[in-house]
């Protein structure tokens, strides 16, 4: 089964002649343990797909389904559980709350995930270690590097175990080198975790590591090439 | 708990900003505790001085003035041996006075004084003494004619003990008298009025003065409980009939307790206009906090949060503002009551220079705060309340954020 669908999915900003179709009718889908890259240049909508892919927008039309599931009508709350509990995030900026530790930034998401906070501090530990900052788990974000960032962000975003591990621009703010170790781990855990990698990307190091790529252009899906691993 | 965390650290972020707002908070459960104690410690230093001045009940022939120094000796009443013996069941301890309006003349100088003529067997048990500051003694009964003066006679006439004054009066049948007495003492007895104007005759020497021998102005008792006071006077009234009136020390001080309910109305109008205050500086900086950290929002609400948990982590921060900054005004002003109730505060002081004081105000020199530790608790409770309400509207504007739009925000 899919982990993730896009029937016809569309979305519109304004109307009239303010009209933007930031994404129109767009179709996709991604298979389990796919890692798979959305490419194509600034406004082409590439955010807008992430956006509805990882519930964190509706579309104007169209249905999103996550896990065989229809999102369509479900309330903002029935959303939030989904992506809680489903769907993973790594962002440009890393977005770790400054005022916590590594090992608190992880476990944060297992706890709004529902877990208990007495098995969420052990997990969120495993987590860390497992992208090689096991000895840094009380440093908060500003006493760790651009890459060591990206790290605790991906282990907050596995943590959870999430079927499906959205990255928007990994390695835009890393240089090229932090950016391929941070590659490297994506790709070794994407192995492992079998949970389907969805990146947005410039970065052609991104590119040429993955699997798939799909290419938007002015909303519209205009080339999905599926490539050997 | 995570998420308590996250809120107590967030305070910390933008420390100067968030105390600020927090001495609001504050200023206004101080107020609202030292205007408590302040205010509520007036109204006991009332009760207690008139209780002190004129016992829990007082029979006065009707129409009596109930202040000043204006004491008519044309109205004096006799007590049946059925009053007595009414008065005997129905109180803890009773005695009778008879106070008049004499001028006292120490040479070329006089002055109008209340002279209070008391029975000094059972004056002394409704009136304890043990407050009372006595140089010299009181006068002796059986020996020569004396006078005790209070201290504000005293420095006024300058007399001093040994020296002999002469009390000038009109009596009962409208008379002119008068007698030379000797001052045994001088007598400060914490009730301001009565320190400024007072002076006191045993009955054995002023009934031959005034010509009030087996009469009486005034009867003083104490019950076994003040409260019970208000029902007694309602039986004293049916017993002694419509010549006299009988007053409690509840109807007496009554205007001045309202007067006191309106200070208090008035600290806790000062002190809920400084919490409105600290609410609004609340309210704008739980927004700028919301509106600095939109990424973190959109971020937590990506991992999963909900919007119910934005809000609460918003409250809680306007929660914590709300208990460190009632915590802290509380113990400010619960120290100053309790100081205040441990030491008092002395009312001349307060009030002006002793010779100021023109009023007949049942208050003693030594005003007592009321401490009430559980009034700490609900001030410091309605400082959270106030600040967790005042969060509420940044709180959820914050929550309403669109996700997609919030995690890519710039700082």
Redo the contacts between chains.
Sequence with gaps: MAICELENASRHYGSGPTLVKALDDFSVTFQPGEFTVLSGPSGSGK?TAL?LI?L??NPTSGVVKIDGQSTAGLS??AL??I???KIG?I???F?L????SAL?NV???L???GLD?GV?RELAAESLAEVGLGDLLDRRPNQLSGGQQQRVAIA?ALVKKPKLLIA?EPTANLDSKTGNQVLDLMARLNQEHDATFLFSTHDPMVMERARRVVKILDGRLVEDEKRGA | MLILKLATRNLFRQMGRNALSMVSIVMGVFVIVAGRGFAMGLDENVYRAQINDAGHTIIVPADYPKFGIDHPIDELYTLSESDRSWLDENTQVWTERVVSSPRLIKGLDSSRVRMVAYDPVTDPVVFPRDEWTLEGSMPDPQGTNGIVISTGVADLLQVSIGEVVVVEVRTADGALNAMQLNVTGIIDTGAMFFDKVGVMVPRSVADPLLLSTGKTSHVHARLDNRDTAPTWAEQASAVLGDKVEARTWLSTTETLIEAGKMRQTMFNFIGFALLAMAAAGIANTVLMAAFERVREIGTMRALGMTRAGVITMFAAEGGWMGLVGGIIGAFFGGLLTWYYNANGIDMYALMGAKADLSSDYPVTALLYFDFSPSFLVVSVSVAVVVAILASLYPAILASQMQPADAVRAEQ
Excluded at chain 1, 97 to 100: I, R, S, Y
């Design positions: 955010t956006n990882g964190l927008d903002s709350r939030t559980e992506r809680g509990h995030f962002f440009q900026s977005n709350v400054p005022v916590l608190e476990e944060l998401a706890h709004l995930s906070e969420t907050r928007d």
